[in-house]
């Protein structure tokens, strides 16, 4: 695990998928600074590059200056979006195990939590700083708190985040090691046989074999084949998520539901890499 955070500490502020404006910069700056740390804002955090934050060399090259900076000892990823999965084979790997930071974000960011995860090195999925005001009070605190006192139980260890993006990175070699962990899911704007899709693949790839449990997060903002949906025809899916969990995961392997993980104000802080503890935990 990366060191526990102290005041005066150095963090890094990041956009490795979508691009940032000055006035985002400037809020999660102050936000930082209030929290008792110093924010790092680097050159060419602004850069473009279509809706990236700049080049995939770019933005690579701003974290592996992070990985490489024995000050910086966290990195903030500002939002999220798309992105984060184009770097990874451009990210210095020694220089992250050698001096581990934590990396601290969700949606898009879950592919460089898996990346971290393939280092043997934890991080903290949490909110991105752009979504740190509207995320719920108790939440936010807890991010600066856990990143301060880090509540790291040894047992089987959270990976995972968003469905998509783990979706995504199936058969690659930054997919996470699930093999007897709880595998955290969350996701936002799909249409439900989208959902059974990627659940369908996890199925097929032994994801939910090799997993000790599922922690299932919220899944915001949901479509179906529906005119409320937009679609000219109703022809709905059928199926609602727990349905889908039901048919895909075997009997044997628990499933928590309602974590506060996800595209919304409940976002509660998640050390992956460390046991998530009992189920009162989260509640």
């Known amino acids: ?25 400037l809020k999660a700056q102050e936000t930082i600074e209030r ?27 701003l974290l592996n200056q992070a990985f490489e900076d024995p000050n910086i000892r966290a990195i903030w990823a500002m939002r999220g979006g798309y992105g984060c999965a184009r770097i990874l084979p451009l990210l210095h790997a020694e220089a ?7 990396i601290i974000g969700f949606s898009d960011v879950t592919a460089l939590h898996a990346w971290a995860d393939n280092q043997g090195v934890g991080s903290m999925h949490a909110p991105v700083a752009n979504t740190y005001d509207s995320t719920h009070p108790d939440h936010a605190a807890l991010l600066w708190n856990q990143l301060s006192k880090p509540e790291m139980a040894e047992g089987m260890p ?11 990175l199936l058969g ?32 097929l790839a032994g994801v939910f074999d090799r997993m000790h449990g599922l922690l299932m997060g ?45 595209h919304g104000a409940m976002n509660r802080p998640v050390i992956l890499g460390s046991d998530p503890g009992p189920e009162s935990h989260w509640k």
């Open 158 to 168: 959270v990976v995972g985040g968003n469905l998509s993006v783990l979706y995504s």
């Open 1 to 25: 695990m990366p060191a526990p955070l102290k005041p005066g500490d150095h963090i890094l502020l990041a956009a490795p998928a979508r691009f940032v404006l000055p006035d985002q910069v």
């Open 218 to 262: 919220t899944f915001s903002d949901l479509h179906d084949n529906t005119p409320a949906s937009g679609q000219t025809q109703n022809n709905p899916f059928g199926r609602t998520i727990p349905q889908m969990i039901a048919e895909h995961v075997p009997v044997s392997k628990p499933v928590r539901w309602d974590i506060p993980v996800g």
């Open 96 to 102: 992250f195990q050698a001096d581990p930071k934590w």
């Open 35 to 61: 929290a008792g740390f110093v924010a790092v804002i680097p050159a060419g955090l602004e850069a473009r590059d279509g809706q990236f934050g700049g080049t995939d060399a770019q933005r690579a090259g």
């Open 172 to 203: 690659t070699p930054y997919f996470p090691n699930v093999e007897g962990c709880w595998v955290l899911l969350e996701d936002l704007d799909e249409y439900l046989y989208h959902i059974d899709r990627m659940l369908l693949a996890f199925k």
